[in-house]
């Protein structure tokens, strides 16, 4: 969680907008968010929602055409702002001619860093990413799963306060990205702010705090990633009670009659699965199976484009509240 | 001036790594041997002779080593996507291009000394002297022609693409001579409208021949060097040019969304 209320991004009424007159494209409408110091804040949203471009916008590489994006509280992409903070692209070729050592060196001296630090840093950073020993390497013979590696590596050599990356595990196989997870463990741990974009949902729900879920340009949901899971708890229980019906209480619950006396229940609410099962208990109904699952980020991430597309009309208030339904 | 020089040895690095400048030299050794070869007969005059080509052809080979790196490396940084991590670290725009404008000045650099060695080498070959303050000179000018060849790539890969500003660039360095003697014997001729036009193309476009100093480098027994006033004349009128040019890129740069 944050550290403090210190914002090191804040984005105001963003609108990002590519090409002019009538084939102008609004890539991003109008978003708002802030990401504070020591948070870990994930960024999703379906492809084209604008994820890519607000970053973008972060670093200076496109310019608003409306709003204001600051970052360190100076205006984004000034020199200042990019002082402190290491960036990933999403995708990112890096020169063929260079070996790793000397692409670390190239990123790290334009971070400030002298040279007798980088030949002090390098060697271990590139075992932290899983590339120890491809320092003389030249990039053209890396994969792209080692060039991301490399991507990862030249972002964090400098030790940033914040870190920005656009997809964070693309091109990473299973080792990679579990290699990945414990650098960002470390560096959450250590305090670094950290704010990135991944179709991985289940990187986003163990990795951050909080998620901002945008979709065709705008904010749909920002909120702690635990506010999102807790009312989503799902519980199947299947249960046996005597012959005949059930008591009503059980029915107005939505039991479903399975045969052979059984029935089962599906209840979406931690409170009514404890009520429920303390009633079946006086009864001395039979509880056969119970089973409870969490609907994972990814399944409301599904809803809400789903939603999204079914009612492209309806508002980010429309579909935040669609979905807070069970 | 650290972060100009950390990009510019990027550049100098790509220049001297791949095969290009390497290819273009060894073909260049070619026609000069060839030349070089010529002495079995015995020629009269055959040192000037091999003079006026190994120059003619070490000053075209590093103009087109010049232009198509000039050219090349603000498409492929967009194209690759190799901007974006780099103009996340704390480095201006103006910066960047600064650094990418003094690699290929570094790369060009790199060049003429390549062709300088197996210059020397023919000379000593054929018992021909070497005039080294006008081979300085040469040099020297050669490196403003191609700073200004380059900043004009750099604009015209952002005005247009990479085979427009590599195209271009090369029809520019070949006719430029053309067009300098072109206007001067039109002039003559045209109206007062088309004088102002002649006489403004001469202005707004650099005369690349000012640079060449090979013929006086052939003839050193009759061209003493130039005085250190041409020579500083001829900085500023190369600085005027790479100023604009670097300029014009900068502005269309500047504001270009990545």
Known sequence: ?326 | MKKIWLIARGVLLEAVRRKEIYALVLTSLLIIACVVLLDFFQLHGISKFYREIALKVMSAATAVATVVLAARQLPREFENRTIYPLLAKPVSRWRFLAGKLFGVLLAAAFCLALFLVVFVAGSLYLHAPVPWKLMLQFVYLQLLMMLILASLAFWLSLLFNLDAAITVGIIFYITSAVITSATAFIYEWASGFGKALLLALNYVLPQLTLFDLSAKTVHSDTWPPLSFQTMAELTVYAGVFITVYTALAMLSFWRRPL
């Open chain 1, 1 to 326: 969680m944050a550290d403090t209320d210190e914002p090191l991004i804040e984005v105001r009424d963003l609108v990002v907008d590519y090409g002019r007159g009538k084939k102008v494209h609004h890539a991003v409408r109008g978003i708002s968010f802030r990401v504070n110091r020591g948070e870990c804040v994930g960024f999703i949203g379906a492809n084209g929602a604008g994820k890519s471009t607000t970053m973008k916008a972060l670093l200076g590489f496109v310019f608003p055409a409306g709003g204001s994006v600051r970052v360190f509280g100076a205006p984004a992409g000034s020199v200042e702002s990019r002082r402190r903070l290491g960036y990933l692209p999403e995708v990112a070729l890096y020169y063929p001619f260079m070996k790793a050592r000397e692409l670390l060196e190239l990123y790290g001296g334009l971070q400030g860093l002298s040279s007798g630090e980088l030949k002090r840093r390098i060697p271990p950073l590139l075992d932290e990413v899983g590339l120890g020993g491809r320092g003389e390497s030249l990039l053209k013979n890396f994969s792209k799963g080692m060039q991301q590696r490399l991507g990862i590596a030249q972002a964090i050599i400098a030790e940033p306060e914040l870190l920005i990356f656009d997809e964070l595990s693309s091109g990473l196989d299973p080792l990679g990205r579990h290699d990945l997870r414990e650098v960002l463990l470390r560096l959450k741990a250590a305090g670094t702010t950290i704010f990135f974009s991944s179709h991985e949902l289940s990187e986003v729900e163990s990795l951050c705090d909080r998620v901002i879920m945008i979709n065709k340009g705008r904010v749909v949901t920002e909120a702690p990633v635990a506010d999102l899971m807790k009312p989503l708890n799902v519980f199947d229980v299947r249960f046996t009670c005597g012959e005949g019906d059930i008591p009503r209480e059980f029915q107005e619950f939505g039991a479903v009659d399975q045969g052979n006396n059984e029935w089962s229940l599906h209840i979406t609410d931690q409170d009514a699965y404890a009520r429920a099962v303390a009633r079946m208990a006086e009864l001395g109904c039979r509880i056969q199976s119970t089973a409870s699952r969490s609907r994972s980020l990814e399944d409301y991430f599904i809803d809400l484009v789903r939603e999204s597309r079914d009612h492209p009309a309806a508002e980010a208030g429309h579909h935040a509240e669609a979905l807070s339904r069970p």
